[in-house]
């Protein structure tokens, strides 16, 4: 099928599609990366309380986002309109709640040990978070505009819709290069941290990096569903 008559195809059965919450349930994912980027940055200026509260947020969060979730699974069995298959619409809500419960892990996991850290990998850690909640961010932007499809479909929307995709993905590759950065720091510094503390850190990289990570599977799980249709 040609790129047009692909995207002509979307127009007519999006319009009769009762709106869904994914928008709702997205932009939690946003709230918890945030919340997951200011408790690194407790973490990095040694405010362990504050770090506490941040992990008791993200969990808020991800609670609350459970509750949309599950909201939206009850009311699939009875929107009989939709233009794409329940079941992958389903397999991408789950990879959606994946960036949440991925930020609430990694925040839990900032409170589980206190490290002094080097300047750089201070600012490691910062850029590594905060390239993070930016992939969530734009993930978001995608959820959203493929909400208005439902409300308003339109190919110039569709083909926008599109073409945030590998923005996410773009921005996710970004993140696993800070990654790889970081750790070669923190291997570097394995005798001031000992093995428990070169564990934690190593960890923590990787959970933080895990939120963008599933930004990138959620945004191409949607691309994939819209393309089976």
């Known amino acids: 099928m040609k790129y047009r008559d692909f995207v002509r195809s979307l127009l007519g059965p999006f319009s009769k599609v009762p709106p869904l919450p994914f928008k709702e349930h997205a932009r939690k ?3 918890a990366a945030g919340k997951l980027k200011e408790g690194v940055e407790a973490y990095c200026s040694g405010n362990m309380e504050l770090v506490e509260l941040k992990s008791s947020e993200a969990d808020l969060i991800e609670t609350e986002a459970d509750a949309i979730k599950h909201e939206i699974r009850k009311s699939l069995p ?25 930020a609430q892990s990694a925040a839990y996991w900032l409170t589980l040990r206190a ?23 734009v993930y978001e932007e995608l959820v959203s ?23 996410v993905e773009k921005l996710e590759h970004e993140v696993d290069l800070i990654e790889s950065e970081l750790l070669k720091k923190i291997f570097a510094n394995e005798k001031i941290f000992g093995g ?7 960890f923590l990289v990787e959970k933080i990096g ?3 990570d599933r930004a990138a599977i959620a945004a191409d799980s949607l691309r994939t569903m819209l393309f089976r249709r």
């Open 145 to 167: 505009s493929f909400y208005e499809i439902f409300k308003n479909p339109d190919k110039n929307k569709i083909r926008q819709t599109l073409a945030l995709v590998p923005q």
């Open 115 to 137: 490290d002094s850290l080097p300047e750089d990998m201070k600012t490691g850690f910062l850029r590594l978070s905060g390239a993070t909640l930016e992939t969530v961010r």
């Open 29 to 31: 994912g946003v709230l």
């Open 196 to 202: 428990s503390g070169i564990c934690h850190l190593t």
């Open 210 to 212: 895990d939120v963008a």
């Open 78 to 102: 009875s929107s009989m309109l939709l233009p794409v298959d329940a079941k992958d619409l389903l397999f991408f809500l789950n990879q959606q709640d994946e960036i949440l419960n991925s």
